[in-house]
């Protein structure tokens, strides 16, 4: 039976996760809207809080009772204690978490009132976890029954990551960054939304030019799994494509590409909310849950984000209610 099936259960016992990418300090200013070109706007409250791709689906695990390693690297600067301890209070395992020279990375999002964002990333230190620094964490990733892995470090670093992995790799391609297609077709889900989707398709020489969104009729639910099917039949393992607040479309193998639904919430504040997705994500399939029921999973706890502000804090811990149960 494959790892997509549905009829697979979940294991008593939990593997361990590890998380090779990017953290940050998010520097969060809240406003009724987003300001036009040229436009200077008054903000409500600025927040400093822990973020990163990478870090926030750490975190996202370990607070689901996951046991997560984390890899990547922090500056020698103030903002390095924000980024580090929102880890450590989750009970993230930063042992390699490395400092280096220069500043730690940082993100400028600004929140309206509908709790869209927009982010503007500076990725600092992050740039640092290249193929040597990943090398030396080698152990640490050769051990992990799962890896995940995102955008927001060099290539470099996650196709290192991709060749010392020996369990199940996970690929989060956002932001999208030219990786090796081998590592695309090693990933076991592929998490992307639309647009990413599109560009791997590119990557994986499996890019339609005819294809795409199709016509204005078309019905969304008819495009979305042919972007599955399309990256499946590319040689990708299983994909997971996320659609916002409809959920995800899960693919796997052979099997016909079925869409979860997520819950309906009331919007506060949709940042970090994928990175709830991909962590929740990650501790199903760490658990050996199928990948059906681990996206059900998934789908409740980036809805349990949304409802509340920032990314790391508005993250469930195990005991907590999910909406849509």
């Not at 593997?15 to 809207?33: E, H, M, W």
């Not at 975190?59 to 903002?79: H, I, N, T, Y």
């Not at 993100?107 to 709790?115: L, R």
């Not at 029921?293 to 409740?300: D, E, G, Q, T």
Request: glycine residues 12%; contains cysteine.
């Amino acid at each position: 039976m494959s790892r997509g099936d549905e009829g697979s259960e979940a294991t008593a016992a939990s593997g361990r996760i590890a998380v090779v990418g990017s953290t940050n300090a998010d520097l969060i200013v809240r406003t009724q809207r987003h300001p036009r070109p040229g436009e200077t706007l008054l903000g409500e409250d600025l927040d400093t809080l822990p973020g990163g791709k990478g870090a926030n689906q750490a975190v996202a695990a370990a607070r689901l009772g996951a046991a997560v390693q984390f890899v990547g690297a922090v500056g020698r600067d103030a903002f390095a204690a924000v980024a580090r301890d929102g880890m450590r209070a989750a009970g993230v395992d930063v042992s390699a978490l490395t400092e280096v020279d220069g500043p730690t990375g940082t993100a400028v999002i600004t929140v309206d009132a509908a709790g869209e964002n927009s982010i503007v990333v500076v990725p600092g230190a992050n740039g640092a976890v290249d193929a040597a620094r990943v090398e030396q964490a080698r152990e640490t990733v050769a051990a992990a029954d799962v890896v995940v892995l995102q955008g927001e470090i060099p290539a470099v670093g996650s196709e290192a990551a991709a060749r010392a992995c020996t369990g199940r790799l996970m690929l989060n391609l956002a932001p999208v960054i030219a990786v090796d297609p081998a590592v695309l077709r090693r990933a076991d889900p592929l998490v992307v939304n639309e647009h990413e989707a599109a560009r791997a398709a590119e990557m994986l020489g499996a890019f339609d030019e005819g294809a795409g969104p199709g016509p204005e009729h078309a019905e969304p639910d008819a495009v979305e799994r042919g972007v599955v099917e399309r990256l499946l039949a590319a040689g990708v393992p299983s994909v997971v494509l996320t659609v916002g607040p409809r959920g995800a479309w899960i693919g796997a193998g052979s099997a016909e590409p079925a869409r979860v639904p997520a819950p309906t919430v009331h919007a506060v504040d949709t940042t970090g909310a994928g990175d709830a997705f991909v962590g929740a994500l990650a501790v199903g399939l760490v658990r050996g849950e199928a990948l059906a029921a681990a996206a059900r999973r998934a789908v409740r706890v980036g809805a349990f984000a949304v409802g509340r502000r920032g990314a790391q804090p508005s993250y469930p811990a195990a005991e907590d209610p999910l909406p849509g149960g």
